[in-house]
């Protein structure tokens, strides 16, 4: 048996308890660069137990709708950023903790120039391109110790 999911539109509020919403929406907090460049300043917060933060490019294999989730991972020592390389919409998938298991799955559909952080230990999907190449740029924890949990779900979920 699979449990329905529908996709919602990702917004600032509505990915608020799961992370931040990177995008270049509103007034620029300044404009710098002889002002041809708005900088939106601080847009996400990165968040480490230790370690340094890091820039990796990861290139991941597309996937199409309707798709099932059947696991989310999370990582206890440090906040994740997804910030795609192209203007392409990606899939993101979160859950809220209740006592260390992922529960009330959530499906959310990124608009072009919409990029996403996940905060330290929020379930989460893993990265879903949904058009090619699949190229981002993810910022996360650089350091020692493991730093991943998988939960496996009884039954998979069908995001539509």
């Known amino acids: 048996m699979t449990i329905p999911l529908k996709l ?3 917004t600032a509020k509505s990915f608020e308890p799961y992370g931040d919403l990177l995008d270049a929406s ?12 708005g900088r939106y300043h601080d847009r996400a917060r990165l968040d480490f137990s230790d370690g340094r933060a890091g820039i990796s490019i990861f290139k991941g294999e ?3 709708l309707p798709l099932k989730l059947k696991m989310v991972e999370r990582h206890p020592e440090g906040s994740q950023a997804f910030v795609p390389m192209t203007a ?14 992922p529960v009330d799955p959530k499906a959310f559909l990124t608009a072009p120039g919409q990029a996403i952080n996940f905060h330290r230990g929020t379930w ?8 090619e190449p699949g190229l981002f740029a993810v910022v996360d924890r650089i350091g020692e110790g493991a730093n991943l949990e998988e939960h496996w779900f009884k039954e998979d979920y069908l995001i539509e």
Do not use: W, Y
């Not at 620029?28 to 002889?34: E, F, G, P, R």
């Not at 989460?124 to 058009?131: C, I, K």
């Open 62 to 64: 597309m996937e199409t």
């Open 124 to 131: 989460h999907g893993v990265l879903t391109p949904l058009s």
């Open 26 to 37: 509103g007034t620029a907090d300044k404009l710098i660069n002889q002002g041809k460049c």
């Open 88 to 101: 392409a919409p990606f899939l993101v998938v979160v859950c809220r903790d209740d006592n260390g298991t």
């Open 8 to 10: 919602e539109k990702l």
